[in-house]
């Protein structure tokens, strides 16, 4: 049985009248890349501060390996953080950053080189140990910010949306190296980001965050699939939501349901009638705004169909259990 | 604002820029001038003749090398107190909300922007009235008054400038409170020191009107110039330290400039 690497039990964390966490508990298991995945102020950066320790909670409690983190002041906790600025400290050159963490607990000289140049290996920058870090590019410094980190062999990595700041090719090829090293190493991460792209591709668990509170914790695919809300749906990739009168008469359920781009097909007969409202061709696949009755459906075709004019009238078909059931939200 | 390298200033600009400087700098050199003059009884315009002899009665007068030995003992210690203080204020003014924080950060500076004599009159009167007896000591309180805006203005800025990422980069990495700042604020913050160290020195060491209130029978260099000037001997001896009391000013401001033009000005030049 796995290990739970992080807990968070009932935790709130409160700045006046300002709920940026509100009653979150969370287990994150051992070796587990995990994502927190929110729009911006929707408290998932504040639950990373509160897992490095830079925040307390004002209610509720945290561990770390069984570990009560209660009063552990950050530089206690074998927790270490990727920043989202990287935070390389400017007057050292990329070497003594990486061994920064090796240096104040007292290991030699010598040693913490020799293990800061292997961690550099370990990111793909060997021989950089020299430079400053204004000398280097984006992606670079974002690689020393993860060595820097990764040298003192911590329980978690904490990663604050570090690939943010990055084009978009960086990214990607970012986003596959984090999770190969993640899977070699066997570290827990636990992931900051806004792009659901992103937590989609490397994580494997989710908690979509929103106003402070978690929204669903599960595996890319439930979240994706199978989103409990309509706030889930609809940040996780553009689901079309369907009101509950809708369902009510499509299936005879009393719920919204939420019905993904993809899953929408053109028919010849049968289906329901929908009007084309727009078209755009997207490379791979050609998104089509359609309206149907007085609901706005967005479908994705794998390729484009043949002289769809805007205006006309068409049938679009779903398989049934691609029609998914939500909750109802409490007002 | 820089304009084209292309244009040409028209000429009566130029004539009246260099009409300025010379305004400012033809004073100063003529003081050197005289630094070399055979007349000691007055200033007389040419000088008569040119010697070197005034150095060597300089270097060979005690109450000039007293009044150095002052002024450079009140110096140091006034910027060594207010590097200490003017550090710690801007780290809190920077680091930390608290109540009256605007407040404190006007108070810190208000003694650069108040005319010397209220700061001498008020200090003397408090001390006075406090019974303290008047030393070196009670001229390097006056000075330091002075002397911690000039690092405080210095460090602030560069405290705005540094990233509250990297203390907590330093914390997360195992570094405790004394040890992030031994490895990560003070190295950032060394140059801003520097520059606002050298600023104090150079006030301090130039200093005449709050020293005038704050002194007992001690004279400071500047001091001894303002009394030397009314003797009617050896007058050159004042223009040779004069220029010695120009190089130790200069130097360091200059110095303070090269050290902090990436980024910072260097505050508090007007006082």
């Known amino acids: ?331 | 604002m820089r304009s084209d390298k292309n244009s040409h200033a028209p000429f009566a600009l130029k004539v009246a820029a260099a009409a300025g400087l010379l305004f400012m700098h033809l004073p100063i050199l003529l003081i050197f001038v005289y630094a070399f003059t055979t007349e000691d009884k007055s200033y007389q315009w040419p000088p008569p003749g040119l010697t070197l002899k005034w150095f060597g009665v300089t270097w060979n007068r005690p109450d000039v090398w007293e009044s150095l030995a002052l002024s450079v003992k009140v110096a140091s210690i006034s910027t060594l107190v207010a590097m200490i203080l003017g550090t710690l204020c801007a780290a809190a003014v920077s680091r930390s909300q608290f109540f009256g924080r605007e407040t404190i950060s006007l108070l810190v500076i208000l003694p650069i922007a108040l005319p010397g004599i209220i700061t001498g009159i008020a200090l003397r009167s408090a001390f006075n009235l406090a019974d303290i007896p008047f030393s070196m000591w009670t001229i390097v309180l006056g000075h330091a008054t002075f002397c911690v805006v000039v690092v405080y203005n210095n460090a602030v800025a560069r405290f705005r400038r540094t990233s509250r990422s990297l203390i907590e980069a330093s914390m997360d990495l195992g570094a405790n409170g004394f040890q992030t700042f031994r490895h990560v604020i003070l190295p950032n913050l060394a140059t801003a020191l520097l520059a606002g160290g050298m600023l104090a020195f150079a006030l301090s060491f130039d200093e005449v009107i709050v020293t005038t209130f704050t002194a007992g029978q001690q004279a400071t260099l500047p001091i001894w110039m303002l009394e030397e000037l009314v003797r009617p001997r050896q007058r050159p001896v004042t223009n040779v330290v004069a220029m010695v009391v120009v190089l130790v000013t200069f130097l360091p401001i200059l110095l303070a400039y090269y050290l902090t033009r990436d980024g910072d000005q260097v505050a508090g030049q007007g006082k």
């Open chain 1, 1 to 331: 049985m796995t290990q739970t690497a992080v807990s968070f039990c009932n935790v709130s964390r409160h700045y006046g009248p300002v709920k940026a966490v509100d009653d979150v508990s969370l287990d994150i298991l051992g070796g587990e890349f995990f994502a927190m995945l929110g729009p911006s102020g929707s408290g998932k950066t504040t639950c990373l501060r509160l897992i490095a320790g830079f925040e307390q909670p004002t209610s509720g409690s945290i561990s770390i390996f069984n570990q009560q983190m209660m009063d552990v002041p950050p530089y206690r906790r074998q927790v270490n953080t990727v920043f989202q600025d990287y935070a390389l400290f400017p007057h050292l050159n990329v070497a003594d950053n990486v061994a920064y963490g090796l240096m104040i607990r007292g290991v030699s000289k010598n040693d913490r080189l020799k293990a800061a140049e292997g961690a550099l290996e370990l990111v793909r920058l060997p021989g950089y140990g020299a430079r400053k870090p204004s000398q280097l590019s984006g992606g670079q410094r974002q690689r020393v910010a993860l060595a820097r980190a990764l040298v003192n062999q911590p329980k978690v990595l904490l990663l604050d949306e570090p690939l943010g700041a990055l084009d978009l090719k960086l990214r990607e090829q970012m986003q596959e190296e984090l999770k190969e090293l993640q899977r070699s190493l066997g570290i827990t991460f636990v992931f900051v980001t806004h792009d659901q792209s992103e937590a989609l591709s490397m994580a494997d668990r989710i908690a979509v965050f929103n106003h402070g509170q978690i929204m669903q914790v599960g595996s890319p695919r439930e979240i994706y699939h199978s989103p409990k809300s309509e706030f889930v749906a609809d940040f996780v990739g553009s689901s079309n939501i369907l009101p509950r009168e809708l369902v009510n008469k499509l299936v005879g359920r009393d719920q919204p349901a939420s019905l993904r781009p993809e899953a929408i097909r053109l028919v010849s007969e049968g289906g329901i009638e929908a009007k084309i409202l727009n078209v755009s061709f997207l490379g791979a696949s050609t998104k089509i705004t359609l309206q149907m009755k007085d609901v706005t459906l967005h479908m994705l075709a794998d390729n484009e169909p043949a002289s769809l004019t805007v205006g006309e009238i068409v049938r679009v078909d779903w398989d049934k259990s691609s029609l998914h059931l939500m909750e109802i939200p409490h007002v």
